[in-house]
């Protein structure tokens, strides 16, 4: 049923839905960044506030280059991604408009996680992301845990617990850290991967935290 499972998944995405969907950290709801009307439908599912950005997801580091402006080298975004962690970086100009319309910037998700990738893949522009739940309400692990928002859902698909359920740790969501100013880098959220990312950009790469 994976095929099955994908293409019903762009098909509901194409026609403008929201699909809820398990990723390397938390369970997501996703729709096509490039459609503007389902961009305003992911907001008001989540009554989130009009301010707070989306990021966008991609299947592989390559289609990252048409939607952003890179500052670092391939190799660091290679060493980070796939996995828990997004990157801030500069939007070009491929990128919706209406999607974050009040900042020059975006973050990316590439997701270490076999379903969502291939269903970016399978998408042509990048996928919106975010957190299946009410804004400001804990993350989710389970598609049990997000039932107040089915009713508002074209697709779920169910790839069973991510992580332990019972673990605070589990539900911290991917690492947000802000690549956009060249040899530096901010952590906006630590997030689930955080020693690791701040080793690798570091050590590996020199960058310094933006605040020295």
Not at 29 to 40: E, F
Not at 104 to 111: E, W
Not at 179 to 203: E, H, M, N, W
């Amino acid at each position: 049923g994976w095929k099955e499972a994908v293409a019903a998944a762009v098909g509901a995405l194409q026609a403008g839905g929201l699909v809820a969907v398990p990723t390397d950290t938390v369970y997501g709801v996703a729709c096509l960044a490039q459609d503007s009307g389902a961009v305003r439908s992911i907001y008001s599912l989540k009554g989130r506030n009009g301010r707070k950005p989306l990021a966008i997801c991609l299947g592989d580091v390559e289609r990252l280059y048409r939607y952003c402006r890179v500052d670092v080298p391939d190799e660091l975004l290679r060493d980070l991604l796939p996995g828990p962690v997004t990157l801030v970086l500069q939007r070009s100009e491929e990128l919706n408009k209406d999607l974050n319309p009040f900042t020059s910037l975006v973050g990316v998700r590439i997701p270490n996680h076999p379903f969502i990738r291939e269903l970016a893949r399978a998408c042509s522009g990048p996928l919106a992301l975010t957190s299946a739940n009410i804004s400001c309400q804990a993350s989710t692990l389970t598609v049990s845990e997000f039932q107040d928002l089915w009713p508002q859902l074209s697709l779920i698909i169910d790839g069973g617990p991510i992580g332990d359920v019972e673990s605070p740790e589990c539900r911290l969501g991917s690492t947000v850290v802000d690549l956009s100013v060249p040899g530096k880098f901010t952590i906006i959220r630590p997030g689930c991967a955080l020693t690791s990312t701040v080793d690798i950009l570091r050590q590996k790469y020199g960058l310094v935290p933006e605040s020295s």
